[in-house]
């Protein structure tokens, strides 16, 4: 792909990792891979913001020689420390020694913890500007989102956010504005995105949003670090945010599950029926057969989950603890849960589910249902029974 011109001498100079499937090692998908996005600026003096992942490190060189001589950089402003957008730094310096890198005091220390060097280093804070001629960046920190270092870097004469992993996407594409993509697609992957990677943060989320308005930043455009530009509606992927953040979520129903000789199969089946028939829309996920991340995408916009196991030592299967570790970990905002399963001799899965729904933050609705060994046509009732009631807890939820 050739260098992209964004905005009057600021250009587009990063990759797409087309190849990309996993992230954050293997605790997130990325089927329809990613970009690294880095930024050029051309002023009187030159700022390149952010950089490629290290592999990628001799693309990027190549498309910013396409607009200058790299040795003319005069700053490098590392929105974020991690590798994905740090990963070339080393390979911009050796090519302009001179450059400055600015960033958080967060940013210098984690930089040189990764890659030991020392180098010209101007801290900033939130306020902080820098003067480039015509055009001047002004600096906002954004603590963990989603790491300590991170921050964002607007450019009041363009109404420009460059807002790193803040608004990004997950999305390999040889376009690179919103209006260019298929919208369904792409506020998909936004809603993954910010589930699987900022759902944990967003009380900081919202506290940030009301601090750029207070600042009252005019914002025409957001150019984030993964994905695409938001060139046409930044406003659009700016209340997305507000809304997840938020905690609000359709009238929706996921049940997700693993079962072992095929009961908690039949139970979730038999609830599956209960909550469609009460007209709500609802989703199976079998764990093992299903793609985490997805699934955690899907109950970003979904108002109920029930999570159901068969039993063993005690426990539940071990396909199931992974997921219920990550939702303890994203704490899930406003959701409705639910706990079910079989077991043989003994039980233990509903009871583990429900600590860890209660510790994620959930309400449980119901006491967990539980079936021993294979459940008739009774109990498959009871399940579609508790399936309907489910259902008009979600309808009765605010």
Known sequence: MPTVKVLEN????GVVDWNKRH?????YS???GTSYNAYLIVDNKVALVDTVEHPFAEEMIERIKEVIDPSKIDYIIANHVEADHSGSIKEILNLAPNATLVGTANCKAGLEKHYFGYWKFQTVKTGDTLSLGERTLTFLEAPMLHWPDSMF???EKDALLLSNDGFGQHLASSKRFDDE?????LM???GKYYANILWLYSSLVLRKLAEVQKLGLKIDMIAPSHGVIWRKA????VEAYLKWANGEADKKALIVYDTMWASTERMAKAMLEGITSEGIEAKLYRLPVSDEGDIIGELLETKGLLLGSATINNGVLPTVAPFLREIEGLRPKNKLAAAFGSYGWGGGATAAIEKSLKSAGMEL???AITVKWVPDNAELQKCHEYGREFAKKIKAAE
């Not at 600021?10 to 100079?13: A, T």
């Not at 930044?234 to 992927?237: D, E, L, Q, R, S």
């Open 10 to 13: 600021i250009y587009w100079v």
């Open 23 to 27: 992230f954050h090692g293997y605790a």
């Open 30 to 32: 990325t089927q329809r």
């Open 153 to 155: 870097t607007y450019i």
């Open 181 to 185: 993509i298929n919208q369904e697609i």
């Open 188 to 190: 998909w992957e936004a």
């Open 234 to 237: 930044p406003m659009k992927i």
């Open 365 to 367: 609705v119901a006491p």
